[in-house]
Nanobody, 116 residues
């Protein structure tokens, strides 16, 4: 079992920055990859970024590449999403996800609103 709690969302102007956090508890955090997804109103949930258990490898959706950075601190059991140069189209609820033993665990989400 894994429990995930996101934080750090809010309202920001276009061009601004936010850093999201996702705190994990339960199963040993340092053993599994982590993901960020987002879901905009009326749209399906989409992949944003992922990071391996060690933090040694990351991958991003094309829409955020060069603007967003995923990182993790295994000692703090937390994964981060640094979001820079935000655009109105980044407005969404952001979710973190853990995939453990073939099962997916989701947080409750945090709202990010970018005003243009």
């Amino acid at each position: 079992q894994v429990q995930l709690v996101e934080s750090g969302g809010g309202l920001v102007q276009a061009g601004g920055s936010l850093r999201l956090s996702c705190a994990a508890s339960g199963r040993t955090f340092s053993t599994y990859a982590m993901y960020w997804f987002r879901q905009a109103p009326g749209k399906e949930r989409e992949f944003v970024a992922t990071i391996t258990w060690s933090g040694g490898s990351t991958s991003y959706a094309d829409s955020v590449k060069g603007r967003f950075t995923i990182s993790r601190d295994n000692a703090k059991k937390t994964v981060y999403l640094q979001m820079n140069s935000l655009k109105a189209e980044d407005t969404a609820v952001y979710y973190c996800k853990a995939r453990v033993d073939g099962l997916g665990y989701w947080g409750q989400g945090t709202q990010v609103t970018v005003s243009s």
